[in-house]
């Protein structure tokens, strides 16, 4: 078997055996498959492209095709242990939604993000004056994926405006063991390159409003809309 | 395609008419009964000594039990010959797969050209009308006349995925998987006025004798027809249409009259006259009824997911044609995420093809592989060999 991807490697360590896990972004199934041999939990994923639904029904996963900013409200509140997002935060539109959702429908969120004020980011700005390319964020400005960035110290300040609590903190690099850190220091906000995060809600959530317009969709909550905050 | 023998032919394995005894009546949702009750049905392959192996695959509109065997009267393969065979996702060497032909149906089970034993004559418009929830009760009585305690699937497209979710709803316990393809939880309003349409039509035909042709010997071919014709065009996608015909026209020329001009015309002509050799109007008033009832929220307090809560330990498995727009994807989602709400497990894949509603008998590698991978993971969990 080809070696782990260091984020499963650590989120197959955080996850207790037999959990509910909601995979949003599953891909081709490969985490969810992971879990379920080794962690025996009870899946469901939740992904956008083709390909990757075919792979996961192929391995005889539950995966609904559909989309994480979308498709989330449907989900009754608290009908997982755990809701995965591994590295797609910075690619929703609506991110503070999603990770507020994943703590209704979940009562924990495995959550990483690639950390924009990582040093080699910093410097690529700094040194040529251009958007960086680095290896957790490879790819130019205008074909990124990643529309919403952020660094530690950016999401670690969501956290706290949800009313979030960080269980665990990884720093996560390609090809290296993940290293448990305290995301509120500075130097970690240099140094991780991709942060994974543990996170569970500091208040009991309120249950999904799930009102229905006249064509049958569930209407986003009030608070869904972009709130324009002070920043620290 | 060309009229010879589908490969699963050779898999039939037994079938026929079963008669429940007139003290075995089929209580109806209307607040009737049928008694006594007849339902056709073929089977292939075996069931197993462990009985895990059983397969109920469920008709659309105009299906019946010829599922993969050649039709006794069209001549031409059964309608679902292309997913049911050796190495196919609903394998005979691997399941014991049991169809049947819905009650209101014309190829055998009890329905309005049945004799009514009180009269002596046809039911025509005496027979009561249906619903989905009979249609799955009457096979539920058959599954459990078969000696099988539970399914290990039931399969279903278009009205057939309606009684799939019909079974998830009221026979959960019944069920080890169920799948649902390019169906909806209810009849929409487009779904019901293009039926009306139907039904006007072979109610406007004088041969329909108010119901009782069979006993004037006549039928309301014209009126069947037209019905076929109307409901047709809603199974085929403008993409495909305009793909398999376009504006050609049948010979060189305008007629400059009202002849089939154009192939699609002639197309849909042809679709209408062949249809109704095989089926009744009768029938075909029932059945259109009896989709137009359906809706699965509603039989619980309006709220879908409360349909499927006794359904936790099902594996669904949901899919769409991107260019069905019977049954749009959006329907299919309603119904994901009402088992997401209920708390089941489900997947959901929306199928990406140009051929409409009618894609789930068509050659659609997507869905054979998609349904093949579905099937395949559930026989895995069931322990089928």
């Known amino acids: ?232 | 395609m060309t009229a010879q023998a589908p490969i699963a032919a050779g898999y039939e394995t037994g079938g026929g008419t079963w008669r429940f005894p007139a003290n075995r009546p089929l209580r109806l949702d209307s607040g009737g009964a049928i008694a006594p009750l007849e339902i056709a049905y073929k089977t292939y392959g075996a069931l197993n000594a462990a009985k895990t192996n059983a397969v109920l695959v469920c008709h659309a509109l105009t299906g019946d039990q010829h599922l993969a065997s050649t039709h006794p009267v069209t001549g031409k393969p059964g309608w679902w010959s292309l997913y049911v065979g050796p190495g196919r996702p609903l394998d005979p060497e691997r399941h014991f797969i049991i169809s049947t032909n819905v009650i209101g149906g014309c190829m055998g089970s009890t329905g309005p050209a049945t004799t009514d034993p009180k009269t002596g004559e046809a039911f025509g418009l005496k027979f009561p009308v249906i619903t989905i929830a009979d249609m799955v009760r009457a096979q539920a009585m058959l599954i459990e006349a078969l000696g099988i305690e539970t399914l290990f699937a039931v399969v279903g497209g278009s009205m057939g995925g309606m009684q799939a979710l019909q079974w998830a709803a009221d026979y959960p316990e019944k069920l080890f998987s169920c799948v649902c393809i390019a169906a909806a939880a209810r009849h929409s309003a487009q779904n019901i006025a293009f039926h009306e349409v139907g039904r006007q039509a072979i109610m406007a035909d004088p041969n329909w004798c108010g119901g009782a042709y069979l006993k004037a010997g006549v039928r309301p071919e014209k009126g069947l027809a037209v019905a076929r014709m109307a409901a047709h065009i809603t199974y085929l996608s403008e993409a495909a249409l305009q793909r398999k015909f376009g504006r050609e026209l049948q010979r060189d020329g305008l007629s400059w009259g009202f002849d089939a001009d154009f192939q699609v015309e002639s197309y849909l002509r042809h679709q209408g006259a062949s249809f109704v050799d095989r089926f009744d109007a009768n029938s075909y008033l029932y059945i259109t009824r009896a989709l137009d009832y359906f809706d699965l929220g509603a039989q619980h307090g309006g709220v879908l997911a409360e349909a499927f809560v006794g359904a936790r330990k099902v594996k669904f498995c949901v899919l769409s044609f991107s260019s069905d727009w019977l049954y749009p994807t959006p329907e299919s989602r309603d119904v994901v995420r009402a088992l997401n709400g209920a708390g089941c497990r489900a997947s959901f894949a929306e199928i990406q093809t140009d051929k409409g509603h009618d894609a789930f008998f068509l050659d659609e590698p997507l869905l054979e592989q998609t349904l093949r991978g579905f099937l395949e993971a559930q026989a895995q969990a069931r322990g089928l060999t």
């Open chain 1, 1 to 232: 078997m080809s070696a782990i991807r260091e984020d499963f490697a650590e989120i197959l360590k955080l996850v207790r055996p037999n959990a509910r896990v909601l995979d949003i972004g599953c891909e081709d199934g490969e985490l969810l498959e992971l879990l379920t041999r080794e962690k025996g939990v009870d899946g469901q994923g939740l992904e956008i492209s083709n390909e990757g639904v075919a792979a996961c029904l192929a391995r005889g996963l539950a995966v609904v095709q559909g989309d994480g900013d979308r498709d989330l409200d449907h989900f009754p509140t608290r009908a997982f242990d755990y809701a995965i997002l591994s590295k797609t935060l910075q690619q929703m539109r609506e991110p503070r939604h999603v990770l507020s959702e994943l703590l209704r429908i979940a009562d924990q969120a495995v959550v990483s993000v690639p950390n924009f004020g990582h040093w080699k980011v910093r410097w690529a700005l700094l040194s040529q004056g251009r958007m960086p390319e680095t290896g957790a964020l490879p790819e130019p400005w205008w074909s990124t994926p990643n529309i919403h960035l952020c660094t530690l110290r950016d999401f670690v300040f969501l956290c706290d405006e949800l009313e979030l609590r960080i269980d665990a903190c990884a720093s996560l690099a390609e090809g290296k063991e993940a290293r448990p850190i305290d995301p509120r220091r500075a130097i970690e906000n240099w140094r991780a390159e991709t942060a994974l995060f543990l996170l569970s809600r500091k208040a009991e959530p309120q249950p999904a409003a799930a009102p229905v317009n006249l064509f049958g969709e569930a209407e986003r909550p009030a608070g869904d809309a972009p709130v324009r905050r002070k920043r620290r």
